[in-house]
């Protein structure tokens, strides 16, 4: 069974940094896309930024030129720097990993709380 872990969550103030990690059990090379998710209380769980196995990425409007998506094959790990953040960003952050075959794998989320 694959396991994706995410660590690095936590709180910070306003306008502070965190680094997310996702460490999974599986070459994330073989993955079609990886990728950072967010749900806030009450609200749709909501993409953060992907990043391809070409290494192409997206990000959500919300965050871009904040946020950045990275990865480290050899670790198989992906990261998610997330600078200036915002009251707002407050949410749990999901890793996921979508495979070529149509499925997916959700970890377990990190909680991520900023104050103002």
């Known amino acids: 069974q694959v396991q994706l872990v995410e660590s690095g969550g936590g709180m910070v103030q306003a306008g502070g940094s965190l680094r997310l990690s996702c460490a999974a059990s599986?070459?994330?090379?073989?993955?079609?896309?990886m990728g950072w998710y967010r749900q806030a209380p009450g609200k749709q769980r909501e993409l953060v930024a992907t990043?391809?196995?070409?290494?192409?990425?997206n990000y959500a409007d919300s965050v871009k030129g904040r946020f950045t998506i990275s990865r480290d094959i050899a670790k198989n790990t992906v990261y998610l720097q997330m600078n200036s953040l915002k009251p707002e960003d407050t949410a749990v952050y999901y890793c996921?990993?979508?495979?070529?075959?149509?499925?997916?794998?959700w970890g377990q989320g990190t909680q991520v709380t900023v104050s103002s």
């Open positions: 599986i070459n994330i090379f073989s993955v079609n896309v």
């Open positions: 996921k990993a979508d495979y070529y075959s149509g499925d997916y794998e």
């Open positions: 990043m391809t196995r070409g290494g192409s990425t």
